[in-house]
């Protein structure tokens, strides 16, 4: 098949989780055999020469440098561009990008939108924009042919609101076994001995309330802070007003062998994300064990489960720091349970939903019983409540 994966910055991903979907997906449908068609944002840094990554085809498109329309502007021209060079299947990232679909639609093009969190919650869209979203999620339930969700969270929102069920495809979660720590020198770390957050810098990402709540506390271990964000100035000036110098903003990181190591030796991993679903981030946390405290939403408990401990507010992180540094703190025991709780996350069973999903797409018929009717086991053969029987392959 020709699949066409629209409405992100592209790949190589170095944003969020809507681009580490269509890295871990695209390449894993291009090694199927399937020619995997990415459209790619044009950025400065952007090596538009690039016209290949991991077997998936690359087309870079430019787009309009302001937040409430770069998305937007790019998806527009990507679905011109697949106007005239059709595919056989698009998935479409973002259910803000549904004004588009009937262009794809007009071609003849099957599509499913991935309508991803609760965008409309979040603090940087003001009141049009928050009503754009809301307009633009029952766009998507009208227009795609399929729609898919990453957590049950956002099955039950959209069967509650639309009555409307979706196709549950969840992220994956990379395990490390390693346990290397070599690389954290490089920053002046030592294993265990430090607390961490991994974040873009967005009031619902709650990096603020994780900040202000360590800072409160008596902790003898710095946090780490790795993030920033597009058109976050004045928030991010902000965070780092609320700290004090046990914090360290270190901006992103994008080497992925040092990123992961700062996940596996950290003390603590605080997770503040609290509107998109299931998390990347969040993942590739519990896939390096480590323990991880979480803000309280159905989202994060829906993953995390019992391996994890929850605050909703500041004034719960300084008990919460206190405990993980107390000498006889269970973090490596819920580091190892959260690592567990990962295995229900693989990507390898993410792309065959996503394979499957094409495929009823293109033969122009409903999904299977069980693929689609609104039970949460998409292309897992476990239920996400169900216990392990074994890990993965």
């Known amino acids: 098949m020709r699949i066409a994966m629209v409405g992100t910055r592209g790949v190589p ?39 290949e990554y991991q077997g998936m085809q690359l087309i870079h498109l430019p787009a309009l440098k302001r937040r409430s329309l770069e998305t937007l502007s790019h998806t527009g021209l990507s679905a011109g561009h697949l106007f005239a060079n059709r595919v056989d299947a698009a998935i479409v990232f973002n259910a803000a990008n549904a004004p588009f679909l009937p262009v794809l639609r007009a071609a003849g093009i099957p599509v499913a939108t991935h309508v991803d969190g609760l965008e409309w919650k979040r603090a940087k869209w003001g009141g049009m924009g928050k009503r754009y979203y809301r307009l633009a999620e029952s766009l998507a339930v009208r227009w795609s042919d399929a729609l898919i969700a990453d957590a049950a969270g956002i099955q039950d929102y959209y069967r509650r609101e639309f009555n409307v069920d979706t196709t549950y495809l969840a992220y994956g979660a990379p395990i490390l076994e390693s346990g290397a720590s070599h690389r954290l020198p490089e920053m002046e770390l030592e294993a265990g001995k430090y607390h961490l957050v991994v974040a873009r810098f967005e009031p619902e990402n709650h990096v603020h309330l994780i900040v202000e709540g360590y800072a409160r506390s008596s902790a ?6 790795v ?23 270190v901006g ?6 040092l990123l992961d190591q700062l996940y596996a030796n950290a003390l603590i991993y605080w997770h503040g994300h609290s509107v998109g679903g299931t998390n990347p981030s969040l993942l590739r946390a519990m896939g390096a064990g480590a323990a991880t405290n979480a803000y309280d939403v159905t989202f994060n408990r829906e993953v995390l489960g019992e391996a994890g401990e929850y605050f909703a ?31 229900r996350y693989d990507w390898d069973w993410v792309a065959e939903g996503y394979e499957e999903l094409c495929r009823n797409l293109v033969e122009r018929r409903s999904p299977p019983d069980g693929a689609n009717n609104g039970r949460r086991t998409g292309a897992y053969p476990l239920e996400p409540s169900q216990p392990l029987t074994g890990a993965r392959s």
């Open 220 to 225: 003898t271990h710095p946090l780490i802070v």
């Open 313 to 343: 507010d500041a004034a719960a992180i300084p008990d919460l720091v206190a405990s993980a540094e107390d000498p006889t703190s269970d973090t490596v025991l819920r580091g190892k349970k959260a690592q567990a709780e990962a295995l």
């Open 252 to 257: 992103g990181v994008w080497d992925q062998e």
């Open 13 to 51: 991903a170095r944003y969020g989780g809507f681009e580490t979907c269509v890295e871990e997906v695209g390449k894993r449908l291009a090694a199927r055999g399937h020619k995997v068609i990415v459209y790619c944002r044009a950025a400065e840094d952007t090596d538009t020469s690039q016209t």
């Open 227 to 249: 993030g920033s964000a597009p058109y976050a100035d004045e928030y991010t000036r902000h965070v780092k007003s609320l700290g004090d110098e046990r914090v360290r903003f």
